[in-house]
């Protein structure tokens, strides 16, 4: 069964293209390939596809700079593929405007996994545009954005201010992974470390009023380090 969604592998190593490649041919879906920043930009801004594979050591174009210029026309889904390890360059690429993060060396079982949770964000996405809905619905979460309302199996949630803001940006930004730099910039203002603190310290209040175990929740994940991501409940 053909798979609808068209995916930009950008990859100037020829075993990982290869790799990449053949499991998008093998699980049937459509892919087109670039070697390098210029063509990769070339081929995105020609044939619009839904999911851009990016490594970010490329020979011409560093990744971040294709993510930054990718990000000034297009919302296209992001996922870097790179031998980068350090936080530090997740953060980076998270904060140019990446979507996800897959660190070399990866099972194709992973990179799978990645493709399909990117691709159920989109179509949600996608339908959200369509309906215009002032409603959002997760699981048991609901959230009624007109009127500032939260709901988990039917019965409103007592939040506070901050906690609906952070239930809000996650929601918007689901199955994204939101850097502590991005989100305290929308709910601060400001990225000032103290923030990072009370983050954390919101972020533990919210979950034990959404998930019905903390220790190991459903609807927000922590990345270590890097900063928490809504997931898409089925």
Same mark, same amino acid.
């Given at each position: 069964?053909?798979?609808?969604? /068209? %995916?930009?592998?950008?990859?100037?190593?020829?075993?990982?293209?290869?790799?990449?490649?053949?499991?998008?041919?093998?699980?049937?879906?459509?892919?087109?390939? +670039?070697?390098?920043?210029? +063509?990769? =930009?070339?081929?995105?801004?020609?044939?619009?596809?839904?999911?851009?594979?990016?490594?970010?050591?490329? @020979?011409? %174009?560093?990744?971040?700079?294709?993510?930054?210029?990718?990000?000034?026309?297009?919302?296209? @889904?992001? =996922?870097?593929? !790179?031998?980068?390890?350090?936080?530090?360059?997740?953060?980076?690429?998270?904060? &140019?405007? +990446?979507?996800?993060?897959?660190?070399?060396?990866? !099972?194709?079982?992973? #990179?799978? $996994?990645?493709?399909? &949770?990117?691709?159920?964000? #989109?179509?949600? %996405?996608?339908?959200?545009?369509?309906?215009? !809905?002032?409603?959002?619905?997760?699981?048991? #979460?609901?959230?009624?954005?007109?009127?500032? *309302?939260?709901?988990?199996?039917?019965?409103? #949630?007592?939040?506070? @201010?901050?906690?609906?803001?952070?239930? *809000?940006?996650? !929601?918007?930004? /689901?199955?994204?992974?939101?850097?502590?730099?991005?989100?305290?910039?929308?709910?601060?203002?400001?990225?000032?470390?103290?923030? /990072? $603190?009370?983050?954390?310290?919101?972020? &533990?209040?919210?979950?034990?009023?959404?998930?019905?175990?903390?220790?190991? @929740?459903?609807? =927000?994940?922590?990345?270590?380090?890097?900063?928490?991501?809504?997931?898409? /409940?089925?």
């Amino acid at each position: 069964m053909e798979n609808k969604a /068209v %995916i930009l592998v950008v990859e100037d190593d020829k075993a990982v293209r290869n790799l990449i490649s053949t499991t998008l041919d093998t699980h049937h879906y459509k892919y087109l390939q +670039a070697t390098n920043g210029e +063509a990769a =930009i070339m081929e995105a801004s020609t044939h619009n596809p839904d999911i851009m594979l990016l490594d970010l050591g490329l @020979p011409d %174009i560093d990744g971040i700079e294709i993510i930054q210029k990718i990000r000034s026309w297009s919302n296209m @889904p992001i =996922i870097v593929v !790179s031998a980068r390890v350090e936080d530090n360059d997740k953060i980076e690429a998270l904060d &140019a405007g +990446a979507d996800d993060y897959l660190t070399k060396p990866f !099972s194709v079982e992973e #990179l799978l $996994a990645r493709l399909r &949770a990117t691709l159920r964000r #989109l179509n949600y %996405i996608r339908s959200m545009e369509t309906k215009e !809905s002032s409603i959002f619905i997760n699981g048991d #979460l609901k959230i009624d954005y007109n009127l500032s *309302c939260a709901y988990l199996k039917e019965e409103e #949630l007592h939040l506070t @201010p901050i906690e609906y803001k952070l239930l *809000c940006l996650l !929601s918007k930004n /689901v199955g994204k992974v939101l850097t502590h730099t991005y989100i305290t910039q929308q709910i601060w203002g400001s990225a000032w470390d103290n923030y /990072v $603190a009370s983050l954390r310290v919101f972020m &533990a209040t919210l979950r034990k009023k959404i998930e019905s175990n903390p220790s190991s @929740p459903k609807y =927000i994940q922590t990345h270590v380090g890097i900063g928490y991501r809504m997931l898409k /409940v089925e």
